[in-house]
């Protein structure tokens, strides 16, 4: 609940607020990625892994670099809440802020998936969208959103006056990493992370600017499809809340399964280059 507005606006207000927005990140340096060479690299590939995920749960899968990987709504209407690690370290990880910094709050082909500080660097880069459509709704809404978290049990907690749900996209992560992994399950929870919310139509409010989610558009045979640029570990959520119509963190929500998919190319994208870790010396102003 936003507070009430307790004091008089000054004599200037409509001057200060009619000042211009300022891009906070021009990425005009960016190169924009061609879509051409990876739509062309997905003719004659190999399906080489799958895996379903259960509604209400989330698992693991590695996707090497190079390679493609889809999540497919297959049943019913259903998001989906995305981690990446990067192989090699899991201190690497998807940073859905910068991204969301960079590329706007919902992502769409073309955008990347860039990793955590000190690396900052593409992990993946979506090739394909099949809700690209959807645009924003007359509400603000639009799907794959990097503003949202996830849903938690400790935020359930808290809202909840003290329940204990145990199948919330934080925990169902935890689970799917700590089992890929073998680490403690308190040792994997430190490296589930902010996720890209595929499929989940959501934006703020006008009037509160509060956070809102409304049913999705997904519907069986819609898809976002990744290249790797990095080896990648990825995990995935089927959120509780369905197609978030309602609430999220429910036993009472239709749920559905999500499909992963990867595929091998014949070959890489034609002038393709694995990206390099970030070239900052990271000296922080000090010899």
């Given amino acids: 609940m936003k507070l009430v507005q307790t004091h008089a606006a000054p004599a200037d207000a409509a001057e200060r607020a009619a000042v211009p927005p300022v891009i906070c990140y021009p990425v005009d340096s960016l190169p924009r990625p061609d879509m051409a060479p990876f739509h062309a690299a997905r003719v004659g590939w190999q399906r080489v892994a799958e895996v379903l995920i259960p509604p209400r749960e989330a698992r693991v899968w590695a996707v090497p670099a190079g390679h493609f990987f889809r999540i497919t709504s297959v049943e019913g209407p259903q998001v989906g809440d995305l981690n990446l690690w990067a192989q090699a370290d899991l201190r690497e990880r ?15 082909t073309g955008d990347r998936l860039w990793s955590s500080f000190p690396f900052l660097r593409p992990m993946a880069t979506i090739t394909d969208d099949t809700l690209d459509w959807y645009g924003f709704d007359a509400y603000g809404g639009a799907v794959h959103d990097v503003i949202g978290t996830r849903c938690d049990p400790y935020t359930h907690h808290l809202l909840s006056g003290g329940g204990q749900y145990h199948h919330c996209c934080h925990s169902n992560l935890t689970r799917a990493l700590a089992d890929w992994t073998g680490l403690p399950l308190r040792e994997a929870e430190g490296h589930v992370h902010d996720v890209l919310n595929v499929f989940m139509c959501t934006g703020f409010t006008r009037d509160t600017g509060q956070y809102f989610m409304k049913a999705s558009p997904v519907r069986p045979g819609d898809y976002l499809e990744f290249f790797a640029e990095i080896d990648l570990i990825g995990g995935l959520s089927a959120c509780p809340g369905g197609d978030c119509s309602a609430e999220h963190s429910s036993d009472v929500a239709r749920c559905f399964p999500l499909l992963v998919e990867v595929f091998r190319p014949v070959a890489p994208p034609v002038g393709w280059v694995p990206p390099a870790g970030n070239g900052y010396d990271r000296s922080h102003g000090r010899p």
């Fill in 94 to 108: 998807f940073y859905s802020g910068k991204t969301r910094a960079l590329h706007g709050t919902h992502l769409s």
